[in-house]
């Protein structure tokens, strides 16, 4: 983050002699603008205290005016993306005007920034074409209370991991899914050991769903990780009733060595 706002600092500078070629945006006396942006908002700048404004929605940031039309001359608000900065020139409205701008390509930059990897809508836009694909592996497969999950696939991107996993709810019962949580066990546990189990949290889910019926896909992305041989890589489904029923899906590092090289 520390970089991030460095780089921020430095690409807004310069920018700020040329307010007058600044896309222009009219705030009204005591009407709300919302920006709506194609990627998460990761930072924001109000170059003045009379213009106030908050993210109520990760793509979404509110702005309006603190006090009357008199004390506001203008204003210029930056705004940044995963990939993207944008700035706008705020001066005085009147009803009437759009109250919703959509920050469009052709008025941001982009930001070239080592290390902050692929944005959300770059991960989304892989995971959907990677389910749309018809599963042709079973790399590892689990059984238990008549639910099957399945590691259909694993690919691999740069830095990222993206694993491909399946359930199949044999039974008539609907599965309310607690939760999937991942993490890297130990292979074999000893009473005299304590077994060792770290977990590990998805970059990006593709979709949020709580239940199925009958069958169940989704794609979780990973940043690249290392484990010894002697851990294993766990993916345990669990449903929420008190009897619920968990299966475990182990998958081994191997799987993720072999896994298939991506395009971006």
């Not at 399946?166 to 546990?189: E, G, H």
């Not at 709580?210 to 989704?218: E, G």
């Amino acid at each position: 983050m520390k970089k991030l706002l460095f780089l921020l600092s430095v690409l807004i500078a310069p920018a700020l002699y040329a307010q007058d070629k600044l896309p222009v945006v009219y705030l009204p006396e005591s009407l709300t603008i919302h920006f709506i942006s194609p990627e998460p908002i990761q930072y924001v700048d109000i170059s003045t205290k009379e213009v106030i404004g908050d993210i109520p929605l990760k793509n979404v940031l509110r702005l309006k005016l603190r006090d009357s039309l008199k004390t506001f001359p203008g204003a210029v608000v930056t705004i940044a993306g995963e990939k993207f900065i944008a700035q706008y020139r705020l001066l005085p409205g009147y009803p009437g005007v759009p109250t919703e701008v959509n920050i469009m390509q052709v008025e941001t930059k982009p930001l070239d920034i080592s290390g902050i990897g692929l944005s959300q809508n770059q991960l989304r836009a892989l995971s959907l074409n990677l389910v749309a694909k018809r599963p042709d592996k079973r790399i590892e497969t689990a059984k238990a209370f008549d639910i099957k999950g399945r590691l259909n696939h694993v690919y691999t991107l740069g830095d990222y991991i993206f694993l491909d996993i399946s359930y199949q709810n044999k039974t008539n019962l609907k599965y309310d899914i607690a939760d999937i949580r991942f993490k890297v066990d130990d292979k074999k546990v000893t009473k005299a050991a304590n077994n060792q189990s770290v977990e590990v949290k998805p970059e990006f889910v593709l979709f949020d769903q709580s239940s199925f019926s009958k069958s169940y896909r989704n794609i979780f992305v990973f940043r690249k990780m290392t484990f010894p041989g002697n851990k294993v890589f766990h993916a345990e489904l669990s449903e929420k009733q008190l009897s619920g029923r968990i299966l475990t899906l182990s998958i081994t590092y191997q799987d993720l060595l072999d896994a298939d090289t991506l395009t971006n």
